[in-house]
């Protein structure tokens, strides 16, 4: 240590000690006692004495320690989260073309007239199960195109029919994906009532009633009332039915809810139960072994008459059964279940059809222009055996009818028919109260619509 010192110059040996000499009397001059205040009170410290701080503490209440929770929550998401760039939503309205099916129009033929391939077609037809219903367009039907802007098929839009409409997109995949968007059906109540003036067809019109409506009340009674024999004059029916609307437009009408006909001062109603069959207030099923007749009513041209007189030979003869008269062609249904015992040719009955039905009924059609069954066949209530036509002994096309009970002829349109089924107890219990307010409303309605038809 000695000898590095002695190694310095002289000159910064005088410069060091110089400083050194400073230091030392800065050191010994004198310091202004220190002080410390608080609220304006000075009080002096003494060097080397402990003195006691008064420190307030802050405690963390609730509400502060929410704050900073929240303030730590706020760094970590601060620190944590990525900054995401805002996108504009895209314009989602398609522009559509339309192109009118034509008469002998396919679907390669208005996918060129729009623009598109025969390849594009494949892809799209074949998309799945929904795509397939593009097959089925008519004349008269519209396609709807839309492209994107590479010029590629981007939507094709179909009506199905009013509520239904097929939607085909192509998704970011680069393939077609099919959707059906229907409207929702609005349902609402009607109700309809008429007074038989001449026939039960111009009156169902009169009231309002459509083809359909006529047809559908003629069935609901089909098993009670023959339409082509039993209708009189002030015969009276009403019906509440539904009507449907979309966005509140009418769009056609729906089921037949209740419907009352009063036939020659006999009273009958059916009320429709949640089965989808119609069932009197009483809850017995309208359905029964028989129809009362086999062809839907239009007008018959004679009745059961066991002293009639033939038409063609002019001698009497009994006419055991009921003649339908239609045109040519006319669907015949057979009345019940059965089976067929005999269907042939004759030179009286012309072309036949004959129906056991168990081991007490027998049903026969005769003059048939088609027979639709063959021996042995079974057969259910309503089902097609023939059609009407003027094949043996005859003047004009009609259908004869026979109604047979062990083996003797009755009057079709008398003869009792065996009962049909009730609804279970556990369902009548139910049944009831609707079947009665339903009574009460097709009362009150038929008042109401007769008495404004009397004005």
């Known amino acids: 240590m000695v000898k590095a010192v002695q190694k310095i110059p002289k000159k910064h040996k005088l410069v060091i000690l110089g400083l050194s000499t400073l230091m030392l009397g800065l050191t010994l001059i004198p310091a202004e006692q220190a002080t410390a205040s608080k609220d304006n009170d000075a009080k002096i410290l003494e060097i080397g004495k402990r003195y006691n701080l008064d420190l307030e503490v802050v405690k963390n209440t609730p509400k502060i320690q929410e704050k900073l929770e929240e303030s730590a929550k706020t760094e970590i998401e601060q620190t944590n989260t990525t900054k995401v760039q805002v996108i504009p939503e895209v314009d989602t309205s398609i522009n559509f073309k339309d192109f009118k099916v034509k008469k002998g129009d396919n679907l390669a033929i208005i996918f060129k007239r729009a623009g598109f ?10 998309s799945d199960k929904n795509t397939k219903k593009l097959t089925q367009i008519h004349p008269g039907d519209t396609l709807s195109f839309a492209k994107n802007p590479a010029g590629e098929l981007s939507h094709l839009k179909y009506i199905l029919n ?4 097929l939607l085909i997109s192509l998704n970011i995949q680069d393939k077609y994906q099919s ?4 409207k929702t059906i609005e349902k609402r109540t009607k109700s309809s009532s008429g007074l038989i003036t001449s026939n039960f067809w111009n009156a169902g019109v009169d009231a309002g009633l459509n083809d359909k409506q006529i047809m559908n009340f003629a069935d609901i009674f089909g098993w009670d009332i023959d339409f082509a024999n039993d209708i009189r004059k002030d015969d009276q029916f009403t019906l509440i039915y539904e009507t449907l609307h979309i966005e509140g437009e009418y769009i056609g009408t729906g089921q037949v809810l209740a419907a009352e006909f009063i036939n020659q001062g006999e009273k009958y109603s059916a009320i429709l139960h ?9 809850g017995r099923s309208m359905k029964k072994a028989f129809l009362r007749a086999p062809v839907n009513f239009k007008y018959i041209s004679s009745s059961f008459n066991p002293r009639r007189k033939h038409p ?8 055991r059964g009921i003649d339908y008269a239609a045109k040519t062609g006319t669907p015949v249904v057979s009345a019940g279940n059965g089976k067929v015992i005999k269907a042939g040719y004759s030179r009286f009955n012309g072309n036949y ?12 059609y005769l003059h048939l222009h088609k027979r639709k069954v063959k021996k042995g066949q079974k057969v259910k209530q309503g089902q097609l055996i023939g059609t009407v036509g003027a094949t043996g002994q005859v003047t004009g096309a009609h259908l004869h009818y ?10 079709p349109r008398t003869v009792k028919l065996p009962k049909s089924q009730s609804l279970p107890k556990s369902q009548l219990a139910k049944f009831k109260p609707i079947a009665d307010d339903y009574l009460a409303k097709l009362s009150r309605n038929r008042e109401l619509q007769l008495s404004m038809i009397d004005k």
């Open 117 to 126: 391939s025969a390849k594009t077609l494949h892809k799209l037809i074949n």
């Open 162 to 165: 009013r509520t239904d409409t």
């Open 179 to 182: 959707q059906i968007q229907s």
């Open 274 to 282: 949640t089965d989808g069959n119609f069932y009197t207030a009483q």
């Open 312 to 319: 063609v030979t002019g001698r009497v003869k009994a006419h």
């Open 353 to 364: 059809v004959f129906v056991q039905h168990g081991t007490k009924y027998v049903t026969k």
């Open 402 to 411: 026979e109604f047979l009970v062990n083996g003797v002829h009755r009057n």
